[in-house]
């Protein structure tokens, strides 16, 4: 008997981001789901670093999802770091070259490309963080916030 099982795009999602979520864990990153940022866009994975560096990751779920939806730039200016995550069936050779690439699935990742390091200036890295750290305080304390 062949068996067929089909994963959804929100199970794919839910997929890769949970193992990008532990690989930057595993990294010494602070990882946040689901943040919506001062220009409106919502960041799949925004991340603080050990140093105060603040990284950004866009999960793309499949070919359609990475062709329909083009607003990747618009996080740059919110991150000194910048990478998408796949899961490990997606044709990674449709991707632009300029970011990072992680490869995830449900258990962990590995970063198949690194993200280019793009410094932000001090003052907005100073709003970022403080504003990061105030969704993580306010979501610990179980608000269900998602606005820096």
């Known amino acids: ?37 001062p220009n409106g ?19 793309k779920s499949g070919v359609e999802d990475f062709r329909v939806d083009l607003k990747w730039p618009e996080y740059l200016p919110y991150c000194d770091a910048f990478a998408f995550a796949v899961a490990p069936e997606f044709p990674r050779e449709i991707l632009p070259d300029e970011p990072g690439l992680i490869v995830a699935d449900g258990f962990g990742g590995a970063i198949l490309r690194e993200a280019p390091a793009a410094p932000l200036a001090g003052a907005r890295r100073k709003a970022l963080t403080l504003a990061f750290a105030r969704l993580a305080a306010m979501r610990a304390a179980g608000v269900a916030a998602t606005e820096l």
């Open 1 to 37: 008997m062949d068996v067929t099982v089909v994963v959804t795009r929100p199970e794919t999602t839910a997929t890769v981001t949970r193992g990008a979520a532990r690989l930057l864990s595993a990294l010494g990153y602070a990882p946040l789901a689901e943040v919506t940022l």
């Open 41 to 59: 866009r919502r960041a799949d994975l925004m991340a603080l670093g050990p140093k105060g560096e603040i990284f950004i990751v866009e999960v």
